[in-house]
């Protein structure tokens, strides 16, 4: 079975950091792309980074300059720098895993996205 473990999220002042982390566990094979979307409430859910396998990296105007995405490919894990947090960056992250394969009793399995349980974040005034 395949998981998706979100930690390091939490309460935070205005100006503060924090890093989260995700590991897949499990029979993984590979993961192509991985990242953190969030949602605020009353809002969609929205991209903040991605990371692909080779190291690629994309990020929402919103967090660049002050989010660091970065990536554990013998892991399966995928980090979030959290810099200079503001009080719009609250909401519940998510990790995502894009084109993840994994192993199970003798099988191979293809899944186009894959998603954690959310974690969050709230940044204080």
């Known amino acids: 079975q395949v998981q998706l473990v979100e930690s390091g999220g939490g309460l935070v002042q205005a100006g503060g950091s924090l890093r989260l982390s995700c590991a897949a566990s499990?029979?993984?094979?590979?993961?192509?792309?991985m990242g953190w979307y969030r949602q605020a409430p009353g809002k969609q859910r929205e991209l903040v980074a991605t990371?692909?396998?080779?190291?690629?990296?994309n990020y929402a105007d919103s967090v660049k300059g002050r989010f660091i995405i970065s990536r554990d490919n013998v892991t399966n894990t995928v980090y979030l720098q959290m810099n200079s947090l503001k009080v719009e960056d609250t909401a519940v992250y998510y990790c995502?895993?894009?084109?993840?394969?994994?192993?199970?009793?003798?099988?191979?399995?293809?899944?186009?996205?894959?998603w954690g349980q959310g974690i969050q974040v709230t940044v204080s005034s």
């Open positions: 995502n895993a894009d084109g993840l394969s994994y192993y199970s009793g003798g099988n191979y399995y293809y899944m186009g996205d894959f």
């Open positions: 499990g029979s993984i094979f590979s993961i192509n792309a």
């Open positions: 990371i692909t396998s080779g190291g690629s990296t």
